[in-house]
Every structure is written in C-alpha cells, then in structure tokens.
C-alpha cells in the first residue's frame, strides 16, 4: 500500500516557525509532483505549496509566498514545508499529497484537489495569538 505520513504540525506562537515533512512509502513517487494543503475549521481544503520531482519548479498560493518554502529529498521520500512568520490565520490541518500533475496546475484545482493521487492523513498546526 502507499502512504504519506505527515509530521511536524504543533502548537506555535505567531511569528514563529515550523517545519512540516511527509514521508512517502509503499512504493516509489519517481516523476510525481508533491505538495501541501490546507484545512482551516469550517473551510475548504485550499492549496499551499507544490514541487516537482526534480524540484526545479515550484508553486506557491498567494498567502505563502515569501513566507513558506516547499522542499523535497527524493532519497528519503520525503517533502518539508518549512513555514515562517506563522500567523494565527494559518491554524489548520496541512495534508500532504502526490500526483503526476505537475506544479503548476495545483493551484487552479480548487474544489477538484480530491483528483490528486495520495493522500496523507493530515498534521494539525495551531498558531496562537
């Protein structure tokens, strides 16, 4: 079976930082775009960040340009989202999920992300006021 396992989520102060990572098994992800959303109580499921395999392209959604950084280490499987200058807005459950869509595309599937591949089962980030 495939997995994506997330970790790092927690309780933070605003203004501080966290370090997301998925880990990917079961089998390989060679050639597969991964990447981060987000679900805020009450709301839908928005993009965060996405990266291609090679990690040369990557996409931001708007609120996390200059804040957050998507990375990838494709010996372990695994993606991080190092996330900066959090803000109590950004209190949410960050799922990780992989597709061969590439990059680009993942901002623009709205209420269409349930097409992406895997799934993770979702790391809950609180950040207080």
């Known amino acids: 079976q495939v997995h994506l396992v997330e970790s790092g989520g927690g309780l933070v102060q605003a203004g501080g930082s966290l370090r997301l990572s998925c880990a990917a098994s079961?089998?390989?992800?060679?050639?597969?775009?991964m990447g981060w959303f987000r679900q805020a109580p009450g709301k839908e499921r928005e993009f965060v960040a996405a990266?291609?395999?090679?990690?040369?392209?990557?996409n931001y959604a708007g609120s996390a340009k200059g804040r957050f950084t998507i990375s990838r280490d494709n010996a372990k499987n695994t993606v991080y989202l190092q996330m900066n200058s959090l803000k109590p807005e950004n209190t949410a459950v960050y799922y990780c999920?992989?597709?061969?869509?590439?990059?680009?595309?993942?901002?623009?599937?709205?209420?269409?992300?349930?097409?992406?591949?895997?799934w993770g089962q979702g790391t809950l980030v609180t950040v207080s006021s």
């Open positions: 999920a992989a597709d061969l869509l590439p990059p680009r595309n993942w901002g623009s599937l709205g209420p269409g992300y349930s097409r992406l591949e895997v």
């Open positions: 079961g089998r390989t992800f060679s050639g597969y775009t």
């Open positions: 990266i291609a395999w090679s990690g040369s392209s990557t």
